[in-house]
């Protein structure tokens, strides 16, 4: 053969190569080849979740096999406290290295993520990507959808999902042929009529610890009466008066009807006065619900009622917690991200939660509908709490709470003062104009004046 028919037999050979190495030629957007199983298409990726500890991620920590072997995508977990997975994902965001792929997202963090562009829209793929057996966008709350929604487009899959609640011990209000409670007014005039009736019993509860852990409860009682912490332009009124009619009315109930220690309550020690029969009422969140309800934390469990209460101004009293998942900006690995999320709100991992797990305010609107959840709350006798929780989870109103990523700052500053005010150190007006003092200045130190 001769140098001409060589370097042709060598050039055939190369092409030959170079096709079999290309394949269809069909690639991912993240470098894997697709196959007939979508689910397969990033088969080999390594997908890096970053997580806040909690039981809404105890499904993804006992089921995420389950995921691997279905799309061959393989999950490293990554599970810490709050303010340590925040640290981590801004560290992460802040670099664009793309360490994680998905993060959890507190509500109260998500318009900073937003803004600073830190995380993934997803209406195209819930749009156009959409897994039909694990996504069905009608099973998640519109509302909680909405939570984490910005410029028309939204960010995350809420996978925990808590609204304002207010509970009341159902044997004793029928001992005494009271109605349930359903507005502020109606607690008022219970609570001394409790303290006559039932004189060993606390007739309510809740948080006073001076931290911004309990600033939820008095702004989410406070939007019942018309008022806001900050407006829309960031403006405090902190001392409206509005405001100071609904800290008084709240500050006066815990003060002369509530326990001994109610300045120094938290979420566990509010709760733990219902939980051992001590108190009567309680207004919090709809996680209590579960916890009330399970003879192994509770010795009332059976004996609750549930009520979701508005205030003068007709509005819902709320106390909204929501986290969700969303994936990294700077992910590499964005589609296979994408099926990770769908997994884990899927109606088959979220039928586990509740069937395997217990897990009573599941994320998804067709298991609370599924026969499954009507027998597994008869059997747990909590019908009237999962009866009330969609209707809580829909009136959940996040425009009361103070987005901005001082909050915590601002928390502390406001709740000092009110705890004090709980104490009898100061009174409501004295503390609110100290609260609208100290928010002014840490507002313009933050650059907002």
């Given at each position: ?37 979508p ?53 992460d965001?802040?670099?664009?290295t ?29 749009a156009?990507?959409a ?15 909405d939570?984490?929604?910005?410029e028309?487009k ?48 606390i ?15 008095y702004?989410g ?26 800290i ?15 300045p ?50 007709g ?5 909204i917690?929501m ?9 590499k ?13 899927s ?16 994320p998804n ?18 019908t ?29 500053a ?8 709980i104490?009898g ?16 200045d840490?507002?313009k ?5």
């Amino acid at each position: 053969m001769g140098h001409r028919g060589m370097l042709w037999v060598l050039a055939i050979l190369l092409s030959a190569v170079l096709l079999a190495g290309c394949g269809d030629g069909s690639k991912s957007n993240e470098g894997k080849q697709t196959t007939k199983d979508p689910r397969r298409a990033y088969e080999g990726t390594t997908l890096h979740v970053l997580l806040k500890e909690g039981y809404e991620i105890n499904v993804i920590q006992k089921y995420v096999q389950e995921f691997e072997k279905a799309t061959g995508i393989k999950v490293q977990l990554e599970v810490y406290d709050e303010p340590t997975t925040r640290q981590k994902y801004i560290l992460d965001a802040t670099s664009k290295t793309g360490a994680y792929d998905v993060t959890a997202v507190s509500f109260w963090y998500f318009p900073e993520y937003q803004r600073n562009g830190w995380v993934e829209p997803l209406d195209d793929y819930m749009a156009n990507k959409a897994d039909k057996d694990w996504f069905h966008k009608e099973d998640i709350p519109q509302s909680a959808l909405d939570v984490f929604a910005a410029e028309g487009k939204h960010y995350a899959m809420p996978h925990t999902i808590i609204s304002g609640m207010t509970t009341y011990r159902k044997d004793i209000f029928e001992k005494h042929h009271l109605n349930p409670p359903q507005t502020t007014d109606d607690i008022i005039a219970l609570a001394p009529k409790l303290k006559q009736l039932e004189p060993n019993m606390i007739p309510i509860t809740g948080r006073g610890a001076p931290n911004f852990a309990s600033m939820g409860t008095y702004l989410g009682w406070a939007w019942g009466y018309g008022a806001q912490l900050l407006d829309d332009k960031i403006e405090p009124h902190a001392n409206s008066p509005e405001m100071v009619k609904a800290i008084t009315d709240y500050v006066n109930l815990l003060k002369n009807y509530g326990p001994a220690d109610a300045p120094s309550l938290n979420f566990v020690a509010a709760g733990e006065k219902m939980q051992s029969g001590q108190a009567v009422m309680m207004f919090d969140t709809t996680g209590w619900g579960t916890i009330l309800e399970d003879p192994t934390q509770s010795k009332v469990n059976g004996k609750i009622g549930y009520t979701i209460v508005k205030g003068p101004a007709g509005r819902p009293l709320q106390w909204i917690y929501m986290e969700g998942l969303a994936i990294n900006s700077a992910s590499k690995n964005k589609d296979a991200a994408w099926l990770f999320l769908q997994w884990r709100m899927s109606r088959e991992t979220t039928m586990k939660e509740l069937t395997q797990l217990g897990r009573t305010d599941v994320p998804n609107l067709f298991v609370l509908n599924s026969p499954e959840y009507k027998k597994f709350a008869e059997e747990k006798k909590i019908t009237a709490y999962t009866q009330l929780l969609p209707e809580a989870w829909k009136m959940a109103d996040i425009k009361y709470w103070p987005f901005v990523p001082e909050f915590a700052e601002i928390g502390d500053a406001f709740m000092a003062e009110v705890s004090a005010a709980i104490a009898g150190k100061q009174d409501v007006p004295t503390a609110l104009n100290k609260a609208q003092a100290k928010i002014e200045d840490i507002l313009k130190k933050a650059g907002y004046k």
